[in-house]
């Protein structure tokens, strides 16, 4: 097929990178070695959740924006693949220590109103029981900017669109020629490569594990306690995660699931027994800047680079997908500052660990 974009790359934000250029009208092929979310976008959570509103600044305006978008991007995806995504934009719950938590916040709450446009509200609720965690406070934050995704069914289902709008998505070691641009969307072996070709770090792997319980919770809020997040899926499963490990031995999963696990039984006491259908490890791509870099590839010329979604690539995913899609099929430049590939290096040595 004649192509006008090359992605290398499919988790999700070469997959919706892809997507958002056929739906441009752009003949894409997407050329993945491994397989399609063979990296961090196989992972189970899929909790699409805000930074606390405060302390306002252009990645929390991007993440807002996309979040924003997030209905209309995976709902318009759905119709197109004919497959669904697990999208729901449920909310979430996060219990309230003491006093001192419970001024903050409520003055987070008071800045949303502000921030977050009207499109969306924090507010303190008080505890009642069922589907919440224990808070000693009484009270519970919630927010309904938060959703969940199924990411498995996410990610199949860009690649059905892709296919549906005439591109293609072509998984393994065959030698395929790129053609157009390229843009590049390779996770931890991607910053691995800038990294290398600009002569200093730019970011490096982190290890996340998460669990897959069946527990049928599907119209249920995501839960943050403690850093940790419990996520009901609409397929009738909850996802657990996820550990942040800078130093691993080995990438596979290991027995800091069950320490996850256990964290989880005791903030749910609900999910004790619940059989436990998947464990999962991976490394996510952590820049320098802990911001995702984006832009051309500096020194390079036709080549393009949408990295570093960390924690959070599904939730910006459609934002990134469109930056990306302006700036490769229309020349137009929306990146935010912060996000640019130049802005995201670091010349001082053995600084992207840090």
């Given at each position: 097929m004649a192509v006008d974009v090359t992605v290398r790359g499919a988790g999700v934000f070469g997959l919706a990178i892809a997507y958002e250029c056929a739906r441009r009208g752009a003949r894409v092929r997407v050329i993945e070695p491994v397989a399609v979310a063979a990296g961090a976008s196989g992972g189970p959570v899929g909790a699409l959740a805000p930074h606390v509103p405060e302390g306002w600044n252009a990645k929390k305006a991007f993440q807002l924006d996309s979040l924003l978008l997030s209905a209309e991007f995976?709902?318009?995806l759905a119709a197109v693949s004919g497959l669904p995504?697990?999208?729901?934009?449920?909310?979430?719950?996060?219990?309230?220590?003491?006093?001192?938590?419970?001024?903050?916040?409520?003055?987070?709450?008071?800045?949303?109103?502000?921030?977050?446009?009207?499109?969306?509200?924090?507010?303190?609720?008080?505890?009642?029981?069922?589907?919440?965690?224990?808070?000693?406070?009484?009270?519970?934050?919630?927010?309904?900017?938060?959703a969940r995704l199924h990411p498995g069914l996410a990610c199949s289902a860009l690649v059905a669109a892709i296919g549906a709008l005439g591109g293609e998505v072509i998984v393994g070691p065959a030698d395929v020629p790129a053609a157009g641009p390229v843009i590049w969307t390779t996770g931890v072996a991607g910053l691995a490569a800038l990294s290398a070709d600009l002569g200093y770090p730019v970011g490096v792997a982190e290890k996340g594990q998460a669990v897959l319980l069946r527990h049928d919770a599907r119209q249920a809020p995501q839960l943050l306690v403690d850093g940790l997040h419990v996520v009901p899926h609409a397929d009738g499963t909850v996802a657990v995660g996820s550990t942040s490990e800078r130093g691993f031995d080995s990438v596979g999963p290991d027995d800091k699931l069950d320490a996850l696990l256990s964290r989880a039984v005791a903030a749910m006491p609900m999910l004790a027994g619940a059989?436990?259908?998947?464990?999962?490890?991976?490394?996510?791509?952590?820049?320098?800047?802990?911001?995702?870099?984006?832009?051309?590839?500096?020194?390079?010329?036709?080549?393009?680079?949408?990295?570093?979604?960390?924690?959070i690539g599904f939730g910006l995913a459609p934002k990134v997908a469109q930056v990306m899609a302006e700036l490769v099929l229309e020349g137009r430049d929306g990146i935010p500052d912060g996000f640019r590939v130049e802005d995201c290096l670091s010349p001082t040595p053995g600084s992207g660990g840090s």
């Open positions: 995976w709902g318009g995504t697990g999208y729901g934009r449920l909310g979430r719950l996060q219990p309230v220590a003491d006093a001192a938590a419970l001024a903050l916040a409520r003055r987070r709450a008071a800045s949303a109103l502000d921030f977050w446009q009207g499109e969306a509200e924090w507010r303190l609720v008080q505890a009642r029981g069922g589907w919440e965690p224990a808070s000693p406070s009484g009270w519970l934050i919630h927010d309904d900017l938060s059989p436990v259908l998947a464990r999962w490890a991976g490394l996510r791509p952590r820049t320098v800047s802990r911001s995702p870099i984006l832009g051309e590839w500096p020194g390079r010329p036709g080549w393009f680079v949408a990295n570093g979604g960390f924690k």
